[in-house]
Every structure is written in structure tokens, then in C-alpha cells.
């Protein structure tokens, strides 16, 4: 189930993507942000300023 209340704007993107079996890849990031990504279980890929979100990404709760 889709979650609205509380859920970004990645999270709706690769809930929508589970949904449909899509991999969901965020690219062209700047290197603060690759890095909080990478912190919270996105997965470093083999290309240039591309990350993978997978289930285990924590895209809702921020990092302390």
C-alpha cells in the first residue's frame, strides 16, 4: 500500500516502483548528498553518480 502521511518523495517513487518491479536509481547527485545516501543503505552502483534505493534504504526516518 502506497504511504502518503509522512513519506517523501523517494519513498513514494520506489514504493510505486516495487509495485510495478521496477529498480529504482537516484543519478546526478552532488557528493553531500551521495554520501547521506550511501549512510542510510542506498547501493553504490558501477557507474559515475548513480545509486540504487532498495528496500532496506532509509528514506523517511533523518539520520542523527
Do not use: C, H
Amino acid at each position: 500500500m502506497l504511504r502518503t502521511k509522512g513519506s517523501n518523495l523517494f519513498d513514494a517513487l520506489f514504493e510505486i516502483g516495487q509495485i510495478y518491479k521496477y529498480d529504482v536509481f537516484v543519478v546526478d547527485l552532488t557528493e553531500s548528498f551521495k554520501e547521506r545516501l550511501l549512510k542510510r543503505g542506498a547501493i553504490a552502483t558501477n557507474e559515475f553518480d548513480k545509486l540504487q534505493i532498495v528496500e532496506t534504504t532509509n528514506l523517511l526516518e533523518p539520520q542523527k
